[in-house]
């Protein structure tokens, strides 16, 4: 059955026909055309498809898109400003924190979902915080640098 979903998505209201069932990953991806967030292991494993509703950190590939109806939703093509980096995209940029990069929409959404609740956030938050986000080719500890490099940004003014 197809039902309108109102929401608004990096910023901008929109409005689609969606059919009950269609996760939230599937209408970003196919409905939305926004590609960034990535489908993994498809079963709330990974992270990789992590996304920001109302700030928190979702995971889009268990949640029905119908149950995000009039929330706000941020993907990971919300955070360019201007086509300037966020202070998560530059921490990861500038800390060399991915290798191939699939993981990292997901990894730098988590991570600007707590930088959004807690700009001063210890490098303890953050392991814990990321703690379900799988990467398959780094080690973490660049990961982690990248984000408290965020964190660094985040006090000179940047936006998470
Ligand atoms: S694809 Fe959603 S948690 Fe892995
Ligand atoms: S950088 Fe390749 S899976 Fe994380």
């Known amino acids: 059955m197809a039902r309108i979903l109102q929401l608004t998505l990096n910023g901008r209201a929109r409005s689609d026909a ?12 196919e409905i939305a055309g926004l590609t960034g ?5 498809d079963g709330g494993e990974c992270g990789a498809c992590t996304v ?5 950190p979702r995971l889009s590939c268990l949640t029905l898109a119908g149950t995000i109806d009039g929330r706000r939703v941020d993907t ?3 955070l360019l400003n201007d086509g300037r980096l966020s202070a998560v995209q530059r921490g990861f940029h ?18 600007a979902g707590l930088l959004r609740r807690n700009p001063r956030t210890s490098e303890d938050e953050i392991r814990e915080d990321l703690g379900s986000n799988i990467c398959r080719c780094t080690g973490y ?7 408290q490099h965020a964190v660094a940004l985040c006090s000179a003014a940047a936006l998470p």
Do not use: H, W
């Not at 967030?37 to 292991?41: A, L, Q, S, V, W």
């Not at 500890?141 to 984000?147: F, S």
């Open 18 to 29: 969606i059919s009950e069932n269609v996760l939230l990953l599937d209408y970003l991806r």
């Open 37 to 41: 967030t990535k489908t993994g292991c």
């Open 52 to 56: 920001l509703v109302d700030d928190q």
């Open 76 to 78: 990971v093509e919300s």
């Open 94 to 111: 500038e800390k060399l924190g991915a290798q191939c990069g699939y993981c990292k929409p997901g990894f730098i959404m988590a991570a």
């Open 141 to 147: 500890v660049k990961i982690i640098e990248a984000v």
